[in-house]
């Protein structure tokens, strides 16, 4: 089984709907975040969460929000979806003990597309 | 605020040929540094990871990557491209206060008969 498992995997949306990406983990890491990728920009920080009462933005927040319901479990919420929303979204966790040098393990991503 | 830069958005090599893909950083403090794989359709698979022990660091599928702090560059090589190396490649530098990745653009390989 997958250590970090991401529901959907695809996602067709229109223009103004409430979309929720779901994250889950087993590798028992306390921390967990969102990426989203596009062509060319490489991976951006969307949410970060070091433990289940500790959340911060990345760099590119506005237009989402986070809950995380449990350390296993971190989702990512489209308030008002929009086109340039698409992208293909990934989660990501980490082991706090030996940060900063410690790995991040990523889910298999979710296909968002906004028409 | 450190960064990552990759060189090259696509890098095209025959198979058996030598793969070099470039990745260069911008840090005040000693860096941690990865390389990790994207096949079509996956996730990101971490490749390998610098972390100040030894300065050429061994990886998975044959891969490695050498730190060079006067040239502040990590770049990745493997001695004989295959078929099955296709795929995004991704740079990434761990901030030093709340370990958080930094990705570079990324580089495509391509991998020809």
């Known amino acids: 089984d997958a250590d970090v498992t991401q529901t959907p995997r695809n996602r067709i949306t229109k223009t103004g709907k409430r979309i929720m990406l779901e994250c889950s983990q087993t590798?028992?890491?306390?921390?967990m975040y969102w990426y989203r990728q596009d062509p060319g920009l490489g991976l951006r920080l969307i949410y970060y969460s070091f433990d289940v009462k500790d959340i911060n933005k990345g760099e590119i927040s506005d237009g989402y929000s986070v809950s995380r319901q449990a350390q296993a479990k971190f989702s990512l919420s489209l308030e008002s979806a929009i086109p340039n929303q698409t992208a293909l979204y990934f989660c990501?966790?980490?082991?706090?003990?030996?940060?900063?040098?410690?790995?991040?393990?990523f889910g298999p991503g979710t296909r968002l597309t906004v028409l | 605020a450190q960064s990552v830069t990759q060189l090259g958005s696509h890098v095209s090599v025959s198979e058996g040929a030598l793969v070099l893909l470039r990745c260069n950083y911008s840090s005040s403090v000693p860096p941690y540094l990865f390389w990790y794989v994207q096949y079509p359709n996956q996730g990101l698979q971490l490749l390998l990871k610098y972390t100040s022990a030894a300065t050429l660091v061994k990886g998975i599928n044959g891969f490695e990557a050498e730190f060079k702090k006067s040239e502040t560059s990590f770049h990745l090589t493997k001695p004989s491209a295959h078929m099955s190396d296709a795929a995004e490649y991704f740079c990434?530098?761990?901030?030093?206060?709340?370990?958080?990745?930094?990705f570079g653009q990324g580089t495509t390989l391509q991998v020809k008969p």
């Open positions: 590798k028992g890491h306390d921390r």
């Open positions: 990434a530098v761990s901030d030093s206060n709340t370990g958080k990745l930094i």
């Open positions: 990501a966790t980490s082991n706090s003990l030996g940060a900063p040098r410690n790995e991040q393990f």
